[in-house]
Structures are given as C-alpha cells and as structure tokens.
C-alpha cells in the first residue's frame, strides 16, 4: 500500500517548543502497527502535491517566521483550500492555526490569512500580555483530558457556528482569548489549536483520531485503508496524568465516556 504520508509544511519557520514531535508520534504509532508511513517536509520555496498526502501539518512559528510562511501558504492557498474541502486530515499549532484564519495581526499590521477557517486572529493592544501557561482541556474527540501548552500574543474568535477543539478545564491557562474558555477549532478535518506540548504525545488518542481519519479519507480517495490496532499507552497515559496532578485538575471535571 501507497505509506501513509504526513507532511510539515516549512519546518524551518513553523516549528516552535517541540511541535515537529508531533509526526515523530504519528509516525511512530503507525510503524508500531506495521503500517507502512513516510513524513516529509515542504521546505519553503519547495512544492508539495496535496492529492499524495494523508496529513498536513503546520506547526506554530515567531512573528518574523510566521510572516514569511503565510507568504508562502498564500501561494499554495487554492490547493490547500480544496484539501481541507476534501476533508484532508490537517493540524494546524498555534502560529499554523492563526495562519488558517482571515486575517491576523502582527503588532497593529493586518495580515491577510488563507481564509479556509472561519477564525479571525486580533492582539488586543500595542503591547499585549502573551498568553504563556499549562494548559488541560475537555475535548469532543476523545475521553481522556488533552494537556498542553501554550505561548501566544494573538487572541483568536470563532466565527458563527464553529467548534472550538475543547473548553479549558484547568485553572490556568486561557486557549483562543481572554474570555471564552475555549481553545482551537474544529472545522470538517481540521483541528486548530494554541497547543503545544507536543500536543500528540501526551495525548495519543488525538494522535489516533486524526490517523483514524485518515484512513477513512483514504476510502474516500480510492485507496487502501489501514487498522488502528490498540497500542499500550500506559507510558502516554502516565505522561498525561502527571500534568494534570501538576495543575490540579479535579476528577469531576473530567468526562471519561467515549464521545458520541
Ligand atoms: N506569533 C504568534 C503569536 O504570538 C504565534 C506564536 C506561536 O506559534 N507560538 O500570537
């Protein structure tokens, strides 16, 4: 079968605190299950054919870095656009997320963003506070509690209608902006997120669900599906739980039923 193929666009610029360890866990999750997979990075300036790729990433990156990349997705807007409208498995951290969006700003500039997502990305002064801190959210995706961190100046709002990837469960720690208690965005196959971690590591069911999805596109595509055999997570799970102990996370406010 055809590897299941992930691809970082412009590691060199959208790649912050960790976030390429994000296809070293997809990748590692398949070759456990002997499913053939291959990651490959678009570095800028380089092309990528879309119709060959099961998951796009896009990491988060410095304000400088950000900029060049969007120039950059902005040539690519079409193709990525008919990705994403294909149901193309995409996960987009912080910056990447931000990038999706219709606009956002860079210390007061407005820059034009590839518009696929309905968000739109504002810093709410001159000098804003950076929004830095550990973060536990509630996810529709899965039972167990995704576990982060994030680091941003960029506060971003959903438009009418849209999912945000979880609502904020910990005490500290903010995800979208100041006041929703909500973090990222769902939108067909893409999941948005201020999350970095990485974010898959310590949450291996949102690892699963988007190689999940993955292979049901790949129905869709005329190509051959793969298994998700079960993985012992144990070392994952633990990962998981520590922070949640570090941040206090109560009990209760967990869900632990399998999401509908
Ligand atoms: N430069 C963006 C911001 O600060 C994104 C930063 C990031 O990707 N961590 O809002």
């Known amino acids: 079968m055809r590897p299941v193929t992930i691809a970082h666009i412009f590691p060199d610029l959208l790649n912050l605190y960790g976030d390429g360890g994000n296809l070293v866990c997809l990748k590692q999750r398949c070759a456990w299950r002997g499913i053939p997979v291959e990651v490959i990075a678009q570095r800028y300036g380089e092309s990528l054919d879309l119709s060959q790729v ?13 900029k060049l990349a969007s120039e950059g997705l902005l040539r690519m807007r079409d193709a990525l656009k008919e ?36 968000i739109v990305t504002k810093r709410v002064n001159r000098k804003p506070r950076r929004l830095i801190e550990n973060i536990v959210l509630q996810s529709p995706l899965c039972p167990m509690p995704v ?21 904020v469960i910990s005490t500290t720690g903010w995800g979208n902006n100041d006041d929703d208690k909500q973090d990222g965005v769902l939108y067909k196959n893409v999941l948005g997120t201020y999350l970095h971690g990485p974010l898959l590591g310590k949450n291996p069911q949102i690892a699963d669900h988007l190689l999940k999805q ?21 070392i994952e799970k633990a990962a998981n739980e520590a922070m949640l102990k570090r941040l206090n996370v109560a009990r209760q406010n967990i869900t632990t039923t399998e999401p509908s």
């Not at 931000?98 to 407005?110: T, V």
């Not at 576990?147 to 609502?167: S, W």
């Open 83 to 118: 990705y994403v409208e294909a149901e193309g498995v995409l996960l987009a951290i912080c910056g990447g997320y931000q990038i999706l969006g219709k606009e956002w700003l860079l210390a007061g500039e407005s820059i034009e963003g590839l518009g696929i997502v309905d």
């Open 147 to 167: 576990v982060g961190y994030e680091n941003h100046a960029g506060r971003t709002f959903l438009g009418e209608g849209l999912k945000p990837f979880g609502k």
């Open 214 to 234: 993955a292979s049901s596109v790949r129905t869709q595509r005329g190509l051959e599906a793969f298994e998700l055999s079960p993985l012992d997570d144990t």
């Open 54 to 66: 099961d998951i796009v990433f896009l990491g988060g990156g410095p304000d400088r870095e950000q």
